[in-house]
Nanobody, 114 residues
Framework: QVQLVESGGGLVQSGGSLRLSCTAS????????MAWHRQAPGKQREMVAS??????NYAGSVKGRFTISRDNAGNTGYLQMNSLKPEDTAVYYC?????????WGQGTQVTVSS
């Protein structure tokens, strides 16, 4: 059974940095595209960044501040978040495709204080 586990969330002051990790287990081969999404209280879940087929994409609100990457084996993804703002506060979810099935992690809380 494929599982995605996020880590690295926490409380940080405005302007600070955090690095989220997403580790996949239970898969055969490597993962396909990976993405990070977030959901703030009372808001819809939104895609923050994605990586796949050698390209990356970012939401306009995080472009230039967040960087998505993955390790050489392709089964661990990262989201480096710099210059964090209070509006970045949300639960961050990892999403990845394996064997044409979309999987989600349980989420990790990121809180940015002003």
């Amino acid at each position: 059974q494929v599982q995605l586990v996020e880590s690295g969330g926490g409380l940080v002051q405005s302007g600070g940095s955090l690095r989220l990790s997403c580790t996949a287990s239970g898969i055969f081969g490597t993962l396909g595209a990976m993405a990070w999404h977030r959901q703030a209280p009372g808001k819809q879940r939104e895609m923050v960044a994605s990586i796949g087929s050698g390209s990356t994409n970012y939401a306009g609100s995080v472009k230039g501040r967040f960087t998505i990457s993955r390790d050489n084996a392709g089964n661990t993804g990262y989201l480096q978040m710099n210059s964090l703002k209070p509006e970045d506060t949300a639960v961050y979810y990892c999403n990845a495709i394996a064997n044409m099935i979309s999987y989600w992690g349980q989420g990790t809380q990121v809180t940015v204080s002003s």
